[in-house]
């Protein structure tokens, strides 16, 4: 038992020494010392973020745990761990999410469920997050932008069908169904298989019934994506250089707009700092200031990432030492 222990904590330091390589460890330092010590009030203010986007999961959560197996704490952890894999990782968006349903199973919620709350609760955020775009162009409209601008809305507007033909394939169809039929055909997938992908089509039938709840999950997101705002407008005034609100809103929204265009691209490297270089100019911030902004989230989500992936491969290394635990 000691020795799995020892090899999760192994392996988590593996992660640190990777990470610190990949972001630019140098840099992320650089920008520290210029900043101050006060850049590290972004890691406990990004408890808001993960708090808002936890109540919304456990809200989904709940008809499937009745004896509150996973308590808020419990989905408060896995929702960092979530997101630190997501953002720190190069697994394109989506390993945060098989990770967080493997998590849930550890609390007795079936996989099946699980999985049908974590694809609505990604459905809803990808909704939140082209309404939260919508107002930053709205925002940088009245501003005068350019030809950034109308790129920007125009790729805006081609993709504005995409959440609303997901939602009514996933309210109506059946996706997981029809995908099992096409893997049969293809690679022989069997029966245990079929009865699963029609009983993920059922559950996630019922939480898109579920009108009220996701409207309270869905205005909790949106909350958390607004908070990411005052970020911007924290490391600006750092900086010396003090935006107003309108302003930080329209570099957050855009910057995570394009930031998730580009999910293929691990953890938005070059993606986000080409944003916030290019909507920056519109605004009258500098190259520097907006690549500090960059790296000063960088930096937060280094520090808000690094614990859970180091608690969750500890806590995968203590399962492992155990007889039928995997």
Not at 10 to 21: E, F, H, K, S, Y
Not at 232 to 245: K, N, Q, Y
Not at 301 to 309: A, D, K
Request: glycine share 12%; proline share 4%.
């Amino acid at each position: 038992m000691k020795t799995a222990a020892y090899l999760g904590a192994l392996l988590g330091v593996a992660l640190l020494i990777a990470l610190g390589v990949r972001s630019d460890l140098g840099a992320m330092l650089y920008t520290l010392g210029v900043a101050g010590w006060q850049l590290l009030w972004l890691v406990p203010y990004r408890g808001l973020y993960f708090i808002l986007y936890a109540v919304g999961w456990y809200l989904l959560l709940r008809p499937y745990d009745p004896s509150r197996a996973a308590g808020f704490g419990y989905v408060l952890w896995v929702t960092t761990v979530r997101e630190a894999i997501d953002r720190l990782l190069p697994v394109a968006t989506v390993g945060g999410s098989v990770a967080g349903v493997r998590l849930m199973s550890w609390r007795g919620i079936g996989k099946v469920p699980a999985t049908a709350t974590v694809v609505v609760e990604i459905l809803l955020t990808l909704s939140v997050l082209y309404a939260f775009t919508a107002l930053g162009l709205v925002l940088l409209a009245n501003r005068g932008a350019g030809d950034s601008y109308q790129r920007l809305l125009v790729g805006f507007l081609c993709s504005l069908p995409v959440p609303i033909v997901t939602a009514a394939l996933l309210s109506y169809g059946s996706v997981f169904g029809r995908l099992q039929r096409v893997l049969s055909r293809v690679a022989g997938v069997g029966v245990l298989v079929e009865s699963a992908a029609k009983a993920l089509d059922d559950e996630l039938h019922a939480c898109l019934r579920r009108g009220g709840t996701l409207l309270v999950v869905g205005s909790l997101q949106l909350i958390a994506w607004i908070s990411g705002a005052f970020e911007v407008w924290f490391v600006l005034r750092i900086f010396g250089h003090p935006v107003g609100v309108s302003a930080a809103l329209i570099l957050e929204s855009t910057m995570q707009a394009l930031r998730h265009l580009a999910f293929l691209v691990p953890a938005g490297i070059g993606v986000q700092e080409a944003s916030l270089v290019m909507f920056g100019h519109l605004l009258g911030i500098s190259s520097e200031q907006a690549l500090g902004v960059s790296m000063a989230k960088r930096i937060r989500e280094v520090l808000c990432g690094l614990p859970p992936l180091l608690s969750w491969q500890w806590l995968e290394g203590l399962r492992l030492a155990k007889p039928g635990k995997r």
